[in-house]
């Protein structure tokens, strides 16, 4: 089992920025393929990135794309989620995810969830 949590969320005006980490419990954080999404009220969660096992490899939600930069520091068992101009429609709570299979945008390819951390963006 994997725990993981999530930080660094927080209200913040348009074209702010914030880095949101999730760290994860165990030796094997580097074998899991990690993701980042969020979930605004009353709407579906919402890819916003994934990030292979080394780091090497990332992908972006259109939404985000451009603003948002998702990295990784395996020896802090760490995954960051760099947000940079933040829209009002960013406004949303931001969980990390992992898997064990691959890079994957969807969210039922995730076995393990954080909590999240709320974001919010006032204009």
């Known amino acids: 089992q994997v725990q993981l949590v999530e930080s660094g969320g927080g209200l913040v005006q348009a074209g702010a920025s914030l880095r949101l980490s999730c760290t994860a419990s165990g030796r094997t954080f580097s074998v899991y393929y990690m993701g980042w999404f969020r979930q605004a009220p009353g709407k579906e969660r919402e890819f916003v990135a994934t990030?292979?096992?080394?780091?090497?490899?990332?992908y972006y939600g259109d939404s985000v794309k451009g603003r948002f930069t998702v990295s990784r520091d395996n020896a802090k068992n760490t995954v960051y989620l760099q947000m940079d101009s933040l829209k009002p429609e960013d406004t949303a709570s931001y969980s990390c995810?992992?898997?064990?299979?691959?890079?994957?945008?969807?969210?039922?390819?995730?076995?393990?969830w954080g909590q999240g951390t709320q974001v919010t963006v006032s204009s």
């Open positions: 995810a992992a898997n064990r299979f691959s890079i994957d945008s969807r969210p039922t390819a995730y076995n393990y």
């Open positions: 990030i292979s096992q080394s780091g090497g490899v990332t």
